[in-house]
C-alpha cells in the first residue's frame, strides 16, 4: 500500500498473508475486532511516519524495515514477533505493547518513553529481547508468563511492576530509572524478579528514594550477576 490508506474495506486474513504499507507518511489501519479482521504479517516500509489509528493484532510478524511506526495511543497485541531492520517504534502518547496470547515472543530494539510492554492473560509464554530497549514501563500480569533480557540493554523509564510472572535477565544490563519507594514491585504469588547474570540497576545516580517492594511472597532470586538499589529493599512479605 504506497497510497493514502483510509480502509481496508472487508478485510479477512489469511494465514502467512502480508499487509505492508510503503509508501510515504501514511495512517495504518487498525485492525482487532475478530481473529479473522486482524493482521496476520504487518510491514512497515517506506518513509516518513506510518500512524496507528486503532488496535492492532498480528498474527505472523510485526516488521520494521524503514520509517518510524507510530503508535498513537493505540495498543498492539503481538502473537509472534517483532523485528526491526531500519525505523523505530514511537509512540506520540501513552501507548502498550500486550502480549496477549502466543507463546515464544521475540522484541526487537526501540526508543520510545510513553510506550509500556505488558503481559495479560494466562497462555504460556516467553518474550525474549533482540535489541536494546528505551520504554515507559513494564508490566507483567500473567502468572505463566517470562520476560528475558538475554544481553541487551532494557532501560525502564518509570517503572517495573511484576504482578505476576519472572522477570529475568541472563546478561546485559535493567535499568529502572524511577526514584520512588515503589520504583520494582513485586507483588503476586507467582511473581520473580530472576538475576541469573548481567546487571539490574534500580534507580540512576544521585537518587535516593528508588526501592523494590516485594509482598504477598514475591520472591527476588539473585543466582548470578549484579543487583544494584539505590535505597533499600523494602519486603512487605514474601
Known sequence: LSGAVTS??????????????????????????????????????????????????FYGDLSLTASDFDLNGNTIYPI??????????IAASASNITYSTGSAHSICAFSDNDITIKTTGTTTKTITTTGNIYCKSIDLSNPNSIFVIDGETVTLDIDLEVEEGTMKITSGVLNVNQNSSNAVTITGSTSTLDIDGGTVNIGESGDSESDIVVNTSGTVDVAGGTLNVNDQINVISG
Do not use: M, R
Open 80 to 89: 509472534s514477533n517483532i523485528t526491526k531492520t531500519s525505523g523505530n517504534l
Open 8 to 57: 481496508l474495506g472487508t478485510f479477512t486474513k489469511a494465514t502467512n498473508c502480508t499487509v505492508e504499507y510503503d509508501g510515504a507518511s501514511q495512517d495504518v489501519i487498525g485492525l482487532n475486532a475478530s481473529a479473522s479482521q486482524s493482521y496476520y504479517n504487518l510491514t512497515i516500509n517506506g518513509s516518513g511516519t506510518k500512524l496507528l489509528n486503532g488496535n492492532a493484532k
